[in-house]
């Protein structure tokens, strides 16, 4: 696994300033999970960090490469850093089978049979060995998103990105998906979630970072966040979202 | 939850299973859906049509005028053309105008959504102004220009006569391409972001995203459109007789305004327009079933009905 760094990004769509230099360490091997009010620029961070919005000023690291340099080809680095959306974006007129194929044929040139193989593998380890051959709309949430997370994980990352994995569920759904994630987590992926679930970012992360107004507010252990936060803004947003 | 597709299931025609296989597995069985699954509708539809004729001419018949098919039978021998001839002659063009406008159509519609601006421009400079002539003025447009730049040049009659009219027939490619590229343009665009991101994600270039994400997506979504577009083209041909062409169209004026030679002129001309719409009818139908085939050939499981 790998690390991430994340070194003074600043990022601007048009007037407004979205991020306001974010210094960021997603260490091998560590879930961290980002918390925060909506709007405050979380997920326009994760983007950043593979390069689906390219910063306007300071650099990303994955481990010593730096993602920023203009030479490093974009594709290089979403083959090697997973993504997870908020709505599944599960590619509609394939079956969940040929989701996870898709990359694989197509980005690391695997013939059929391997790519077949890898697929099914990743799709029996988030629990869908039975829906190979159904189509995403034939499934429920909590399934389209662990085949996104399946589809992510075959294309062995070094590190995957979860964007509000959970917002578009609902509770049942919710906890099979964390379920899957913390899994994940104890097998030693390095993950960023963005992430409302305070729950599952008390008990599965490593360290929890508080993200308001486009600045990392605080960090610590979810114990330091949650219980003992020393700065006042996350002390009020815990307070409304704690109860 | 909704069914997913049981084992058991998989092994049935038009399962996606096997449905999806491969493209060639895909093709056949689209081809069973279009012209065997659907003969009930062809039954119903052609039969109501002949029924409907016969009903027709039998009202004609007793209006006392059943003799104008012997009368049309006549004519037909007498000026040495038959709406067959015509119909037949529609069809070369037909065939010509339908893949070269969806061809065109396609690739304009593409260049529309790209992030190249001379592109864009270009396809938008096209559809601005194919789409907004009439096709009538379009054909003589073209057929008139190449006459003026043919004129004096050497070439013989025959070929430069052939040459005018087909460039009618281009004109027409050019009309429908219009159409076809702002459907395209429609379907690319109503692929959601979420689609791209997903691909951008994983690494998939642009290019090849276009190919194995978008527009999969965009072509379903574009067909009822295009069935549309296609049936309206297909007439547009009837327009091509102003510069001489004897398609259907031609052929039928002939027929009607010859029909004076007999007693009973305007219930022979109705009987050769009801030849031609007929004739008309059956095209237009096959080349909308065949659209309402892949329709179902790109169907997607889970996604047919409409969610709430």
């Known amino acids: 696994m790998s690390s991430i760094r ?12 979205v991020l306001r230099g974010v210094d960021l360490e997603v260490n091998s091997g560590e879930v961290l999970c980002i918390v925060g009010p909506s709007g405050s620029g979380k997920s326009t961070l994760l983007r950043c960090m593979n390069l689906l919005v390219i910063p306007d000023e300071g650099q990303i690291f994955l481990d010593d490469v730096a993602l920023t340099d203009p030479r490093i080809r974009p594709e290089w ?3 090697n850093i997973g993504m997870v ?35 099914v593998s990743q799709l029996t380890r988030v629990g869908l060995a039975d829906k190979l051959n159904a189509y995403p709309a034939q499934l ?12 992510a994980l075959a294309m062995d990352p070094k590190a995957i990105l979860f964007d509000e994995p959970t917002s578009a569920l609902d509770p049942e759904s919710i906890h099979e998906v964390l379920a899957v994630m913390s899994r994940i987590g104890q097998e030693g992926m390095t993950m960023a979630v963005v992430t409302h679930e305070m729950g599952f970012a008390k008990e599965v992360a490593d360290r929890v970072v508080f993200f308001d107004a486009g600045r990392v507010v605080e960090e610590g252990t979810p114990d330091e966040i949650f219980e003992r936060a020393g700065h006042e803004r996350t002390q009020a947003f815990m307070k409304k979202i704690l109860r | 939850m909704t069914g997913g ?3 058991a299931s998989t092994l049935s025609p038009g399962s996606p299973e096997v449905r999806r296989r491969d493209w060639k597995t ?25 029924v409907g004729g016969i009903l027709f001419l039998l009202e004609l018949g007793y209006l006392g005028v059943y003799h104008l098919s012997f009368a049309l039978g006549a004519l037909h021998s007498f000026l040495a053309i038959h709406p067959l001839q015509g119909f037949l002659l529609s069809l070369e063009v037909v065939g010509v105008i339908l893949p070269v406008g969806f061809g065109l159509g396609f690739l304009v519609g593409w260049a529309r959504t790209t992030r190249f601006v001379i592109l864009r421009g270009l396809g938008s400079v096209f559809v601005d102004f194919f789409r907004s002539m009439p096709p009538i003025a379009l054909i003589f447009f073209f057929a008139l220009i190449t006459g003026l730049e043919l004129r004096g040049s050497g070439i013989d009659p025959y070929t430069a006569q052939t040459l005018i009219m087909w460039m009618g027939v281009v004109a027409l490619a050019l009309h429908t391409a219009a159409y076809q590229a702002e459907i395209m343009r429609a379907g690319i665009l109503s692929v959601p972001a979420g689609q791209t991101d997903a691909a951008d994600a994983l690494g998939i270039s642009r290019m ?29 041909t009837s327009l091509l007789n102003v510069i001489g062409w004897m398609e259907l169209g031609g052929v039928s004026l002939a027929l009607a305004a010859n029909s004076i030679e007999y007693s009973h002129y305007l219930a022979g001309s109705l009987v050769v327009w009801i030849e031609a719409a007929f004739l008309y009818f059956v095209v237009t139908y096959i080349a909308t079933r065949t659209v309402r085939g892949v329709e179902d050939l790109f169907k997607v499981p889970g996604l047919e009905v409409a969610k709430s």
């Open chain 2, 208 to 236: 090849r995203a276009m190919f194995v994400v978008v527009l999969p997506q965009a072509f379903r979504l574009s067909l009822p459109a295009l069935g549309n577009e296609f049936s309206s083209s297909i007439k547009d």
């Open chain 1, 6 to 17: 994340v070194k003074g990004v600043r990022k601007s769509f048009g007037e407004l300033e």
């Open chain 1, 85 to 119: 959306f908020q709505s599944f974006n599960l590619f509609t007129h394939l079956t969940v089978k040929r989701n996870v194929m898709l990359a694989l044929r197509h980005v690391k040139r695997m013939n059929r049979a391997k790519a077949e193989k890898v697929a």
């Open chain 2, 26 to 50: 895909r093709l056949r069985g689209g081809a069973k859906k279009v012209f065997v699954w659907k003969i009930w509708s062809h039954v119903v539809y052609g039969g109501a049509a002949v």
């Open chain 1, 77 to 79: 680095v979403r083959q």
């Open chain 1, 140 to 151: 429920s949430g909590g399934q389209q998103q662990r085949v996104a997370i399946a589809r």
């Open chain 2, 5 to 7: 597709s049981s084992p």
